[in-house]
């Protein structure tokens, strides 16, 4: 027979363990017992890290398969690296929200909608991603100097420098309203980022690489040993997403939600339920 004090003692320990661990279940009826927040960190750095590498595989696949056998052309390359972009957005937002970007990382940090702690544990992800995928292509198509499909400026590292600031400007401006305003529509958000990448690539392509991503240009860049104005490609897209974020951070005049701030006097408002 336990004691009334080995009934309160095992009572404290059970309650002790409920704080420190979550009990999950899966779908056979298993169970872990584990801190919860590590397995939240966990979770949306895998998913960091898996999106990052489809990004770069796809993307930087069709700029190596279409050097290598022509057969994409420039205009697909654009296709290709808006539509991964869209596709994962939607496969992996909701997990971890779908990042992939170091300077989009940062960005968030600084404007206080993402975990300053979590900086590092995402940028180390997709930093991973993107070397992973460049080794999966490098050794896949067995890639020579020719065909690289990193970032390299065409012209002068100054004009670069400067379509790379503007490009990543348009996307941390896009991403920053329909990401972070309650008022935006928030099903469209892969949709708006992704056609955002497609047309950065169409202008900013033949003449800097179009990188907007520090990630996308230094994961190539290990692989291969082609460090040609790798500087531009880390300096402008964050210089340019930190530009981005201060903008739309600017015009963001209130967080109220658009039912309330369109409450009277307008044609956004609902109908009354009276009427039906």
């Not at 059970?14 to 999950?24: A, E, M, N, Y």
């Not at 348009?170 to 469209?188: P, Q």
């Amino acid at each position: 027979m336990s004691s009334s004090r080995d009934i309160t003692g095992i009572e404290e320990g059970i309650s002790q363990s409920d704080d420190q661990c979550r009990k999950i279940t899966t779908d056979e009826g298993s169970t872990f017992c584990t801190s919860s927040n590590v397995v939240a960190i966990t979770q949306k750095v895998i998913a960091e890290a898996i999106g990052t590498y489809f990004l770069i595989f796809v993307g930087c696949g069709t700029v190596a398969v279409n050097k290598i056998y022509g057969s994409v052309t420039f205009p697909g390359v654009c296709v290709a690296w808006g539509l991964t972009v869209m596709i994962m957005v939607y496969a992996v937002g909701h997990i971890s929200g779908a990042h992939f970007n170091p300077a989009v990382t940062i960005t968030f940090a600084i404007f206080r909608h993402f975990p300053y702690k979590q900086v590092p544990l995402y940028i180390l992800a997709q930093l991973l991603g993107s070397i992973l995928a460049s080794g999966t292509l490098y050794l896949l198509f067995d890639v020579r100097k020719e065909a690289y499909f990193g970032t390299v400026p065409v012209g002068s590292n100054v004009q670069s420098l400067v379509i790379e600031f503007i490009t990543s400007f348009l996307l941390m401006f896009v991403i920053s309203g329909v990401a972070t305003d309650n008022r935006s529509i928030g099903e469209l958000a892969g949709i708006a980022i992704g056609m955002t990448i497609l047309v950065d690539v169409l202008v900013a392509g033949p003449v800097s690489g179009a990188s907007m991503n520090p990630a996308r240009s230094i994961g190539p860049a290990l692989i291969m040993h082609e460090y040609k104005g790798l500087w531009v490609y880390i300096i402008g897209p964050h210089l340019g997403t930190i530009a981005g974020g201060f903008a739309y951070n600017l015009i963001r005049f209130t967080d109220k939600p658009l039912r309330e701030i369109t409450r009277s006097g307008s044609f956004l408002k609902a109908p009354s339920r009276a009427a039906f």
